[in-house]
């Protein structure tokens, strides 16, 4: 378990910007101690953890050290698929939901790391969720990989403008999709076996 942690890494586990992560250290609000001789700032996990409680900052990110994903497809094979793949990898909390409506709900609750998201649902398309996602302020570090079966260039452009970080055809490798996941989460890349 990780005992200390970089200003870039606290700002993700709180879900803020690494700007307001430096302000609060150096105010004093956020206790921790900088690297000898460098102006790197380290922040101990019981000092995070303090500081997470005092603000009404969810612990859980801190807590599991895990990365929260969403799955969303009405295709329950698939997502059967990926839900167990990336629960193996061990690094991830898990949920998934089958529609557009239920993503929308499960984003605002979950407050997930990364969605992978259905183009094509039964009920709200995959771009009104990018949407959704990308007009709520708190959600901007959620990132969002599409995946379809339809691959015209300009809907892949109209998903990226809606808010996609990426865009995957079906169908895909799970490899690659959880390899493209690690890359946005800036996480190490799954190890083989």
């Known amino acids: 378990m990780k005992t200390v942690f970089t200003t870039g890494e606290a700002a993700k586990i709180c879900k803020v910007s690494q700007q307001t992560i430096i302000r609060c250290f150096d105010s004093g609000q956020l206790k921790g101690f900088r ?3 460098s102006r790197f700032r380290r922040i101990p996990r019981d000092q ?5 409680r005092d603000n009404g900052i969810p612990t ?3 807590d599991s050290g895990r990365r929260k994903l969403l799955v969303v497809d009405d295709d329950v094979d698939l997502v059967d698929l ?15 939901v089958n529609n557009g409506f239920g993503a929308g709900m499960m ?5 997930p790391d990364l969605v992978v998201l259905d183009v094509m649902l039964p ?3 995959g771009m009104e969720v990018c949407q959704l996602v990308r007009s709520d302020k708190s959600m901007d570090d959620v990132r969002i990989i599409c995946i379809s079966g339809m691959v015209e260039e300009d809907r892949i452009q109209k998903l990226r ?7 995957m055809k079906k169908p895909f490798d799970v490899d690659t999709l959880m390899s493209r996941v690690c890359q946005l989460l800036d996480m190490e890349p799954a190890s083989a076996g």
């Open 35 to 37: 690297v000898p001789g």
């Open 48 to 52: 995070l953890y303090s500081f997470m």
């Open 60 to 62: 859980d990110a801190l």
């Open 82 to 96: 990926l839900v167990d793949h990336f629960e193996r990898d061990g690094r991830f909390d898990v949920r998934s």
């Open 107 to 111: 984003i605002k609750e979950f407050r």
């Open 123 to 125: 009920d709200i398309n």
């Open 161 to 167: 403008g809606a808010g996609a970080d990426d865009f």
